[in-house]
């Protein structure tokens, strides 16, 4: 079992008045470890509306390039449930994560 | 309990982790004994990990840095041991608490990283759901903690969780300790 | 008095709940959150039956507290980092003007970067705004100094604001066992506010902090810095009273297993706890070191602190804060500098630890010994005599 381990910066490899200079590096930071509940999305029921893509708070559902099919991406989803209360035909569940 | 006994609790933010700890602290102090609780200090977010320490001693706790080497390591939420190492410094012989659905000897083989620890299971999250209807197990392990240590006395535990949580849910949630205290398996001779 | 378990945080509050205070202005600010909710708690539910003012500002809270303060009112704040910076033209007025206020600073690293967590770079740059500082390693400290510190400052031989500072998280959210005074002990103690003559009144008017040309400032300060430094009277006086009625022990500089040591650990606040813990460990090798804690750091102690070192032959000073471009941390350069005609003259180093919330360990109390005693054995040595301890470089 792998533990992730972020290296902490040292002197010398700091920048200048610490700023970071690559924009958008929050995506380094994996958020799925917060989860507990799991969004499952139903492709019968679904009907590809948008909405959870819309309302996740942590841009955490994808749109895939063809045919406005929409997935979870489980780096970041932190379980909040959101996408499944406002899914319009109760497409999603929220099921519990296993334990490993 | 002449020297310092040290105890680290894992869980995830708005499971009860800190709140456990510090529940843990005021049973000791309450005992006449000396204690520290406190959070591995920071913002708080729903869903993160979140570690919490409490000491306990007989003697005044003059030490105020973070544990390093626990001597107990109690964890609310089994999916953290995908990304936390929680047995981070634990003593050799150290006693790891878990809140499992599984049984110790499933545990062991699932996970090679558990050697050289006194091993203890409870289902908390079974109990949580049938008395709270929630699955907040904090009680719960408390009253796995009381078992699997006896740092603190039941009684005191079960006093101090009627006080905090009034009314019905200060007894629900006794009931939850008491319910854990009994159900908890150690691996061990206590 | 009884013994109870509690978070650092509501120690305080509890202790200004007992001195009937009369008037709170607060701005939240983690990590001091903590004591603001809890005395606004005690307001909302009549416990407490003070006037508390939800300023959009810290500058606004102090402006408040001065305001108050000057009518006459028993007066008492809270804030840190960011907070005690957003204060900081107005630190000067209420000691100045000689108002009593007592304030918990909840030491906060000051930014860049956000940092919440604790160090003693906020109040170190305010050491010089004429305010009495005290320095508290535990919830029992805070709640006893809190107490001490409106009969200090509100003592007609003092008058002047006093700012208790606590180490941010460490010293405000552990929950600990400590005895608190009942209110008719508090009450024996700590008389009802005086009002003074002049004191802000419609009907009997003065005028503060008029204009004063250069032929007058100086007189002004004199009068301020004299009474800073005579204060130390009253708080020796004050911590001896209260620690024969309340089974205490308090003294301006407290010093642990100095008897026969050769080398010196001065420092403040939480970390002294820890620091015990490293000199007992020491002292099994049978090492010969001891601690000194400052109790108190405005006025410097001078006399303690240079009678406790008089046999050392050397002395480590741990600074919680940075004094950019300076002659080293804060503490190291005025132990130095109060040391300086001492008869013994030990050799005095300086490490800056906890930075932001580092944590303090006692392996880093250890390392600075060492190191110090490889300096006075001339096996080694510091550049200008102070460094960083816990650097990655």
Not at chain 2, 159 to 178: D, P, Q, T
Not at chain 3, 66 to 94: K, Y
Not at chain 3, 254 to 265: H, S, V
């Amino acid at each position: 079992m792998k533990f992730k381990r972020t290296a902490k910066p040292r002197l010398s490899e700091l920048p200048i008045a610490a700023i970071i200079p690559e924009p958008g590096n929050s995506k380094h930071y994996s958020t799925g470890d917060w989860r507990s509940l799991r969004p499952v999305i139903d492709r019968e029921k679904c009907t590809r509306c948008g909405l959870c893509w819309i309302y996740c708070p942590d841009t955490a559902i994808i749109k895939a390039e063809e045919g406005r099919r929409y997935y979870v991406d489980l780096n970041y989803c932190k379980g909040c449930g959101i996408c499944a209360e406002e899914c319009p035909v109760k497409a999603i569940t929220m099921v519990m994560e296993e334990e490993p | 309990m002449e020297n310092l006994v040290e105890v680290r609790w894992y869980g995830r933010g708005g499971q009860g982790a800190v709140t456990a700890a510090d529940l843990s602290a005021y049973a000791a102090i309450e005992e006449g004994k000396h204690a520290q609780a406190f959070p591995s200090f920071g913002p708080e977010r729903r869903g993160a990990p979140v570690v919490a320490f409490s000491k306990f001693s007989d003697k005044p706790i003059l030490s105020r840095s973070d544990i390093y080497s626990p001597d107990v390591v109690i964890v609310l939420d089994p999916t953290l041991f995908k990304s936390v190492n929680v047995m981070e410094g634990l003593k050799p012989n150290g006693i790891l608490m878990v809140n499992t659905s599984r049984s110790a000897e499933e545990l062991l083989r699932k996970h090679e990283f558990l050697e050289n620890v006194k091993l203890g299971v409870l289902n908390a999250t079974r109990i949580a759901m049938d008395v709270l209807k929630m699955p907040i197990v904090n009680t719960a392990m408390l009253g796995s903690f009381v078992r699997a240590t006896g740092l603190v006395r039941l009684e005191t535990v079960i006093e101090l969780v009627k006080r905090r949580f009034h009314g019905a849910a200060g007894e629900k949630n006794a009931e939850a300790v008491r319910r854990a205290y009994n159900e908890t398996i150690i691996g061990w001779d206590a | 008095m009884k013994r109870v378990g509690m978070e650092c945080a509501t120690a305080v509050a509890h202790a200004v709940k007992l001195a009937r205070v009369d008037v709170i202005a607060a701005y939240p600010i983690t990590p001091q959150t903590h004591i603001a909710e809890q005395l606004s708690e005690y307001v909302a539910n009549g416990e407490l039956d003070a006037e508390y003012i939800n300023t959009e500002s810290e500058h606004s809270a102090l402006s408040a507290c001065i305001g108050a303060s000057a009518t006459g009112a028993r007066v008492f704040t809270a804030t840190c980092g960011q907070g005690l910076a957003l204060m900081h033209e107005l630190l000067p007025i209420a000691a100045g003007w000689r108002l009593p206020i007592v304030m918990v600073n909840t030491n906060r690293s000051l930014s860049p970067n956000l940092n919440i967590w604790g160090d003693q770079s906020d109040s170190m740059a305010s050491r010089d705004c004429g305010w009495i500082q005290f320095f508290a390693e535990n919830a029992q400290e805070l709640f006893d100094l809190v107490m001490m510190g409106f009969r200090i400052a509100e003592d007609e031989r003092v008058l002047l604001p006093i700012m208790v500072n606590a180490k941010g998280f460490y010293c405000t959210h552990v929950i600990e066992p400590l005895n608190v005074l009942d209110q008719e002990e508090v009450d024996k103690f700590l008389p009802p506010k005086k009002i003074p003559e002049y004191a802000l009144n419609p009907d009997k008017p003065t005028t503060w902090g008029s204009v004063a040309f250069p032929d007058i400032q100086t007189e002004i300060k004199k009068q301020w810095d004299d009474a800073l430094r005579s204060s130390i009277n009253v708080i020796r006086e004050v911590f001896s009273e209260y620690s024969s009625l309340f089974n205490r022990n308090y003294d301006i500089v407290e010093t642990y297993r100095m008897d026969d040591a050769e080398i010196g650990l001065i420092l403040t606040g939480y970390a002294c706890g820890t620091c015990r813990v490293a000199v007992d460990a020491l002292r099994e090798e049978g090492e010969k070191v001891g601690m000194i804690k400052l109790r108190v750091f405005r006025p410097f102690p001078f006399d303690e602190v240079i009678d406790a070192s008089s046999n050392l032959k050397a002395l480590a000073v741990f600074d919680e804060a940075v004094s950019f471009g300076g002659a080293g941390g804060p503490l190291f350069s005025e132990v130095r500098s109060a040391l300086y005609n001492s008869e013994g003259k030990p050799q005095v180093l300086g490490f800056i630890q906890g930075i932001g919330g580092r944590d303090i360990t006692t392996d880093d109390f250890i390392r600075a010994y060492r190191e110090t005693k490889s300096v006075l054995l001339g096996e080694k040595t510091v550049e200008r005599d102070f460094r960083f301890l816990q650097v990655r470089e």
